[in-house]
Nanobody
Framework: VQLQASGGGLVQAGGSLRLSCAASGRTLSSFGMGWFRQAPGKEREFVASIDWSGGMKNHADSVKGRVTIPRDNAKNTAYLQMNTLKPEDTAVYYC??????????????????WGKGTQVTVSS
């Protein structure tokens, strides 16, 4: 499966962004989906994840209450809706697919496919 993340940009603190992850080559319902981010000089970290059906989700403590992770299997697209953005949310955001589609607890080293990142910059 090929993944294409989009929707990043420059936003002021307190603003919102919705990132999209479009899949091609295989149906998205075959995968659990995760979002990760990497800030300059830091390791890639988990943001949020969702199982194949959308019934089970997980969020990092740093974003809990500020992000949702919907998915639309009919459109072969997963999303990361981010609200009340903070400067510390600035990072390159990556979507990734997990072939163990019932998984919703995810770690970067367990993901099977990665999209290219999209830059999110939050100004103070």
């Amino acid at each position: 499966v090929q993944l294409q993340a989009s929707g990043g940009g420059l936003v002021q603190a307190g603003g919102s962004l919705r990132l999209s992850c479009a899949a091609s080559g295989r149906t998205l319902s075959s995968f659990g989906m995760g979002w990760f981010r990497q800030a300059p000089g830091k390791e890639r970290e988990f943001v949020a994840s969702i199982d194949w059906s959308g019934g089970m989700k997980n969020h990092a403590d740093s974003v809990k209450g500020r992000v949702t992770i919907p998915r639309d299997n009919a459109k072969n697209t997963a999303y990361l809706q981010m609200n009340t953005l903070k400067p510390e949310d600035t990072a390159v955001y990556y979507c990734a697919a997990d072939s163990r589609r019932c998984d919703y607890i995810m770690e970067a080293h367990n993901m099977d496919y990665w999209g290219k990142g999209t830059q999110v910059t939050v100004s103070s």
